[in-house]
T-cell receptor, first 113, second 113 residues
């Protein structure tokens, strides 16, 4: 069925490098996307969101890119730090009166000191 | 500004028992959603409450029920517990508007023996 999916289940990066986490979605009606960070034993923490009328949004050290043509979302983390180690989820709201968020399985980011 | 709070933190039950989990939304929020997160998976939407009514429901059996109180806090009840109900139960709060960002609590870890 349609769902949010992630290309890579794990990602290891050197401290100070940039990280890119990818996400594919299949529902063309999805109109709102959120990236969450989840550390072990904690609830998902909001990182950044983007609406479907945008293709890029920047936050502090993070950038989200949305390509609606190929239904692809990415999260870029600049100058990755050990504290960035966590599981990252993209979540979509499928519009059309839907209130729920649909999550993928997540990508585990490990930062090597 | 208090974030989303949940209680209890951990809970151990046996098959067939019933459980009640509690959630207080972020200050100013009026909408509460519940999610189930199995180990190694992304959160799965159970249902959302607004104005003390269940507004939307995911693909969960009616053993899962909920309630929202006038102060916007919420309870999740699960009857006739199964081993497969063991998971992290997450509460998320938001404002009632389209494409509303959901903020998550720390979760309640339920173990069914």
């Amino acid at each position: 069925g349609e769902s949010v999916g992630l290309h890579l289940p794990t990602l290891s990066v050197q401290e100070g490098d940039n990280s890119i986490i990818n996400c594919a979605y299949s529902n063309s009606a999805s109109d709102y996307f959120i990236w969450y960070k989840q550390e072990s034993g904690k609830g998902p923490q909001f990182i950044i969101d983007i609406r479907s009328n945008m293709d890029k949004r920047q936050g502090q050290r993070v950038t989200v890119l949305l390509n609606k043509t190929v239904k692809h979302l990415s999260l870029q983390i600049a100058a990755t730090q050990p504290g960035d180690s966590a599981v990252y989820f993209c979540a979509e709201n499928r519009g059309a009166g839907s209130y729920q968020l649909t999550f993928g399985k997540g990508t585990k980011l490990s930062v090597i000191p | 500004d208090a974030g989303v709070t949940q209680s209890p933190t951990h809970l151990i039950k046996t098959r067939g028992q019933q459980v009640t989990l509690r959630c207080s939304p972020k200050s100013g929020h009026d909408t509460v959603s519940w999610y189930q997160q199995a180990l190694g998976q992304g959160p799965q939407f159970i249902f959302q409450y607004y104005e003390e009514e269940e507004r939307q429901r995911g693909n969960f059996p009616d053993r899962f029920s909920g309630h929202q109180f006038p102060n916007y806090s919420s309870e999740l009840n699960v009857n006739a517990l199964l081993l497969g109900d063991s998971a992290l139960y997450l509460c998320a709060s938001s404002l009632d508007r389209a494409q509303s960002l959901q903020y998550f609590g720390p979760g309640t870890r339920l173990t069914v023996l």
